[in-house]
C-alpha cells in the first residue's frame, strides 16, 4: 500500500469532500474545509513542481491512453491547476472570514463551489475528449446554480439565462465529440490529433466551427458574449470573481489547448482566434465605458482582457503565448481583488450604480486603496504586473514584426483607463452626508490583501517566474512532444 | 388580427435568424450525408470489446462503463448530484416566495391509483434491485435500477399523500455512496495491485464470468451507482411535488 501523489488528487479529493458534505456539516467544518481543500491541492501543485518542469506527469486511469483516459499534468496546464486552487483558496478565505451573506456560507454553496474547482482542474488536466466533455459539464452545471444562489428574481434570471446558454454551448461541444468520434474512432486527444489530419476538409471545418461555437460560448468571445454581464451582475461578485478567474481561464486554456494539439498547423485557426479576440476586447472596452453599474463595468473590462488574452495565444509564438499565460494570471488575480473589492464596497453600500458610490473611497480606504490598485494593475502601469504581462505580449508582437495588434492593444488600454479613472474619481468624491454601518469583517481584507500583495511582487519582480511560463507556452505549442509522451515514440 | 400592421406581425430580425439558422442546419446535414455515413473502420471500441475477459464482466457495455471509462461515470453521477442539489434549492425558492399564494387543492389520488401502486410498489424495487445488482450480467445496471426505484417511490408519493419522503435520510444515502464511489477509486489508486484511480482491486477471475460474484469490483461501484441515482432522482421528484407542502428545505444547514 503506497499514497501516491498522483494528478487524480487534483479531482478526487474536491468530489470525494463535496459528497461528504452533510458530514461536515455536523462536525461544523464547513467552512475550513471550504479553504483547506483548495489549499491542500494547492500545496500537491507546488510539491509536484520539480517533477513537472522535469517531465510532464501522465496519469492512466484503469487502461493506457489510446484506449483510455488518462491526466496529463504538464508544465501549462500546471500553471492552471495552480491559479485554480489558489483563487479557490482566495474565495473561500473571503466567505470564511468576510462574514458574508448567510447563503454562500452554507452546504449547497460548499458543494457547488468545490465541484467548480474539480470541474475546472479535471477540464485542464484530462487527455481524452468525451472526459473533457463531461467535465465541462460539472463546471458548468455547477456554475448554473451559483448565479442562482441567492434566489431572488436577478440571481434566478441569470441562472435561468446561464443554465440555457451554457447548455446550448455544450451541445454544440457534444456534438463536434460526436462527429470526431465518428471520424477518427478515438477519444482520447492525443490519439484523435493524430488522426485529425485524414478527416476530409469539410468535416473539419464542421468540426472546428462546432467546437467554435461551443467554445466561444464558454470562453466568451464577441459574437457569444452577448449574456455574460447579466450573469456577472446577477450574481454575488465573489462568485462573479470565480467565474471571471477561473472558469473562463479553464475554458480558454481547453480552446487553446485543443487548437494547438489537433492542428499541425494552426495558422488559420489561430488568425480567426485572433480576430475573435481582437474584436472582443475593442467592442467589450468601448461598452465598458458606458456602463453605470459597477458589476457590469467589471463584467465588461473582463471581456476586454479576454479578448486580449485570446489575441496573445491565437498568435501561437512562444514569447506572445509566454505572455499571454502570463495575463491570464494576473487577470485572475486583478479580478479576483476588483470583484472582491466590489463584495466589500457593496454590501456598505446598498445599490452598485455609479451615482451611489459617490465619497465610497473616503468611507472606505482600505477598501478604495484595493480598487485603486487593481484598476491601475488591469491598465497595465508599470510597477504592477499587469504592466509585466502587457509589455511581453507587445515584445513579442514587436519582435514578430506585426503592429496592429499592439496598436489595438495600445488603444484597449487607453480606453480602459478612461473608464477606470471615471470610476475612481467619483470613488474619491467630496461628498459628507455618506451614512454607513460601522466596518465588520476586517478579515475579510486579508485574502485581499494577499491578492494584491501577489500583484505587486509579480509586477516587481517578474522574472521570478518567467522561467515558468516560458516552459508552459512551450508545453502548450509543442504538438509532438505531447503526442510522443502520451502514445509513445513511433506516432 | 388586422389591427395589428403588418409590419409588427412579422418581425423581420426573427425571420432572418430563422432563414440563417436555417441555412446553417443545411449545410450541416449536407456535410453530414457526404462524409459522415461511412462509419470508421476501426474504433476505440472494437479495441475495449476484444480485451473484454480482463475485466471478468459478461455484459461488455457494463466494463467500458463501470471500468474502463468509470472516470466517466464517476463525473456524469457527479453532474446528476449537481443537478439535484441545483433543483432542490431552485424548488426551494419557488416554495418561500408563494408560501402566502394560493397553491391550487390537489385532489385526493382516485382508488385505482392507490391500488395500483400497492400492487406495483414492491414489484418495481425488487426490478430496480435486480437491474442494479445484475448490472454486469444483463442489459441494465446503476443508472437505471436506480431510476427504476426512484420511479417506485414517486408512484407511492402520488398515491399516497401521508407519505414524504425522509430528506436526511436521502441526503445520507447520497453521501456515502457518492463518497463510497470515490473510495474505492482511491483504493484502487493505494493499492499496490492495481495502482490505478478506479482499478479492479478485488479478484475478478475470467472462470467465474456470468456468475453474480465476478468481475471484482465493477457490481460495487454498481451497486453504489444504483444508491445514488435512486436517491437523488427520488429527491428531484419529491422536491417537485412537495413544493407548497411543509418540508424544511434547509433544516440541515448549518
Known amino acids: 500500500m503506497t499514497m501516491p501523489l498522483t494528478p487524480v488528487w487534483f479531482i478526487a479529493l474536491p468530489l470525494l469532500l463535496a459528497f461528504a458534505s452533510p458530514l461536515w456539516v455536523r462536525l461544523r467544518l464547513l467552512m475550513p474545509l471550504l479553504v483547506g481543500t483548495p489549499a491542500a491541492l494547492l500545496a500537491l501543485a507546488l510539491g509536484l513542481l520539480p517533477a513537472v518542469r522535469t517531465a510532464p506527469l501522465l496519469e492512466t486511469i484503469v487502461i493506457a491512453p489510446p484506449l483510455g483516459i488518462h491526466l496529463q499534468l504538464d508544465s501549462a496546464s500546471w500553471l492552471l491547476v495552480a491559479l485554480i486552487n489558489f483563487a479557490g483558496v482566495v474565495v473561500g478565505a473571503f466567505l470564511w472570514l468576510g462574514e458574508t451573506e448567510p447563503y454562500l456560507r452554507e452546504r449547497r454553496a460548499f458543494i457547488l463551489i468545490l465541484l467548480l474547482i474539480a470541474g475546472c482542474n479535471g477540464m485542464v488536466l484530462t487527455g481524452d475528449l468525451f472526459n473533457l466533455y463531461v467535465f465541462l459539464e460539472i463546471a458548468g452545471v455547477s456554475a448554473y446554480a451559483l448565479s442562482a444562489l441567492r434566489r431572488d428574481a436577478p440571481a434566478l434570471e441569470a441562472g435561468l439565462k446561464y443554465l440555457i446558454i451554457g447548455s446550448v454551448a455544450a451541445i454544440f461541444f457534444l456534438f463536434a465529440v460526436v462527429l470526431i468520434y465518428l471520424q477518427t474512432g478515438n477519444l482520447s486527444l492525443a490519439a484523435v490529433a493524430r488522426g485529425f489530419s485524414e478527416i476530409p476538409g469539410p468535416m473539419q471545418m464542421l468540426i472546428g466551427l462546432l467546437m467554435l461555437i461551443g467554445l466561444g460560448i464558454k470562453t466568451e468571445l464577441f459574437p457569444f458574449n452577448f449574456w455574460v454581464p447579466d450573469i456577472y451582475q446577477g450574481s454575488h461578485p465573489a462568485v462573479a470573481s470565480l467565474y471571471s478567474g477561473i472558469l473562463v481561464k479553464a475554458f480558454l486554456f481547453v480552446l487553446f489547448h485543443l487548437v494547438f494539439l489537433f492542428l499541425a498547423d494552426p495558422g488559420v485557426a489561430g488568425a480567426w482566434l485572433m480576430g475573435l479576440g481582437a474584436i472582443t476586447m475593442l467592442v467589450a472596452e468601448t461598452v465598458a465605458l458606458r456602463q453605470e453599474d459597477l458589476r457590469r463595468m467589471l463584467a465588461y473590462s473582463s471581456l476586454g482582457q479576454i479578448g486580449l488574452i485570446t489575441l496573445a495565444l491565437g498568435f501561437g509564438v512562444e514569447s506572445t503565448t509566454a505572455g499571454g499565460l502570463f495575463h491570464m494570471v494576473n487577470h485572475t488575480l486583478v479580478k479576483l481583488l476588483l470583484f472582491l473589492t466590489a463584495a466589500i464596497l457593496l454590501r456598505s453600500f446598498v445599490s452598485a450604480r455609479i451615482a451611489d458610490f459617490a465619497g465610497a473611497g473616503r468611507a472606505r480606504p482600505l477598501a478604495g486603496a484595493l480598487f485603486v490598485l487593481g484598476a491601475l494593475a488591469v491598465m497595465g502601469l508599470p510597477p504592477l504586473s499587469g504592466f509585466a504581462s502587457k509589455l511581453w505580449i507587445l515584445k513579442g508582437f514587436a519582435e514578430a514584426g506585426v503592429f496592429w495588434p499592439v496598436a489595438l492593444i495600445l488603444l484597449a488600454a487607453l480606453i480602459e483607463a478612461g473608464y477606470y479613472f471615471r470610476w475612481i474619481k467619483v470613488l474619491y468624491e467630496p461628498r459628507t452626508e455618506v451614512a454607513i454601518e460601522p466596518s465588520e469583517g476586517r478579515w475579510a481584507y486579508l485574502p485581499i490583501g494577499v491578492v494584491a500583495g501577489l500583484i505587486v511582487l509579480l509586477g516587481v519582480a517578474p522574472f521570478l517566474v518567467d522561467d515558468l511560463f516560458i516552459e508552459g507556452a512551450r508545453s502548450l505549442l509543442d504538438r509532438t512532444a505531447t503526442l510522443v509522451a502520451v502514445l509513445g515514440a513511433g506516432s | 388580427m388586422s389591427d395589428v400592421p403588418l409590419r409588427k406581425r412579422v418581425r423581420a430580425k426573427t425571420l432572418m ?18 462524409y459522415g455515413l461511412d462509419g470508421q473502420t476501426a474504433s476505440v471500441g472494437d479495441a475495449l470489446l476484444a480485451r473484454n475477459a480482463e475485466t471478468a464482466s459478461a455484459n461488455a457495455v457494463t466494463s467500458v462503463v463501470v471500468s474502463y471509462r468509470g472516470f466517466d461515470t464517476l463525473g456524469e453521477v457527479t453532474v446528476l448530484f449537481l443537478a439535484a442539489t441545483g433543483i432542490g434549492l431552485l424548488f426551494g425558492a419557488r416554495q418561500r416566495a408563494g408560501a402566502e399564494g394560493a397553491e391550487t387543492p390537489i385532489s385526493d389520488p382516485n382508488e385505482m391509483l392507490m391500488t395500483g401502486v400497492r400492487l406495483l410498489f414492491p414489484v418495481l424495487v425488487l426490478l430496480g434491485v435486480y437491474v442494479v445488482v445484475h448490472g454486469h450480467l444483463s442489459p441494465g445496471g446503476g443508472f437505471q435500477g436506480g431510476v427504476i426505484i ?46 490505478t484511480f478506479l482499478g479492479n482491486f478485488l479478484p475478478h477471475p475470467v472462470a467465474d464470468m456470468g456468475r453474480l460474484l465476478s468481475a471484482g469490483v465493477i ?36
Not at chain 2, 21 to 29: E, I, Q, R, Y
Not at chain 2, 242 to 247: A, K, L, P
Request: aromatic residues 8%; proline residues 3%.
Open chain 2, 17 to 34: 435568424l430563422v432563414l440563417l439558422c436555417g441555412w446553417l442546419f443545411a449545410a450541416h446535414l449536407g456535410i453530414l450525408f457526404q
Open chain 2, 150 to 195: 426512484a420511479t417506485a417511490f414517486f408512484l407511492r408519493m402520488l398515491a399516497d399523500r401521508t407519505f414524504v419522503l425522509n430528506h436526511s435520510l436521502i441526503g445520507l444515502l447520497e453521501a456515502l455512496s457518492g463518497s463510497g464511489f470515490v473510495l474505492v477509486g482511491l483504493l484502487g489508486l493505494i493499492l499496490l495491485g492495481t495502482a
Open chain 2, 219 to 254: 457490481p460495487v461501484v454498481y451497486c453504489l451507482v444504483g444508491v445514488k441515482v435512486g436517491a437523488e432522482v427520488a429527491a428531484i421528484f419529491g422536491d417537485m411535488l412537495e413544493r407548497g407542502s411543509s418540508h424544511p428545505p434547509d433544516a440541515e444547514t448549518s
